[in-house]
Nanobody, 122 residues
Framework: QVQLVESGGGSVQAGGSLKLSCAAS?????MGWFRQAPGKEREGVAT????????YYADSVKGRFTISQDNTKNTVYLQMNNLKVEDTAMYYC??????????????????WGQGTQVNVSS
């Protein structure tokens, strides 16, 4: 498995911004960001198909979140702007898409990071 380490989480007021980073030990062509709030299922936030230059976003974050990459560091980022209270969750980085699901499904990815907490307050 690819080793993934997330960072950049923290506490911020609604309307603020955070930038998450995911450092990968090996190259993974498809990488995504998922999040999970207490008592809820893990949901897809954004995915990048790096070799195709294609990105996908959940409707709830379109226009506010941007997924990007830095190949020199083998790192994927998630820039989060105009944060809302409902964005509060543990954010996970995922890699190695298995073709066994869509970009927003947890079962589609083989490798996972430990997560970084994002708290948005009013």
């Amino acid at each position: 498995q690819v080793q993934l380490v997330e960072s950049g989480g923290g506490s911020v007021q609604a309307g603020g911004s955070l930038k998450l980073s995911c450092a990968a030990s090996l190259y993974s062509a498809q990488m995504g960001w998922f999040r999970q709030a207490p008592g809820k299922e893990r949901e897809g936030v954004a995915t990048i198909f790096r070799d195709h230059g294609v990105t996908y976003y959940a409707d709830s974050v379109k226009g506010r979140f941007t997924i990007s990459q830095d190949n020199t560091k083998n790192t994927v980022y998630l820039q989060m702007n105009n944060l809302k209270v409902e964005d509060t969750a543990m954010y996970y980085c995922a890699g190695e898409w298995t073709y066994r699901g869509s970009w927003y499904e947890t079962r589609a990815f083989k490798s996972w990071g430990q997560g970084t907490q994002v708290n948005v307050s009013s």
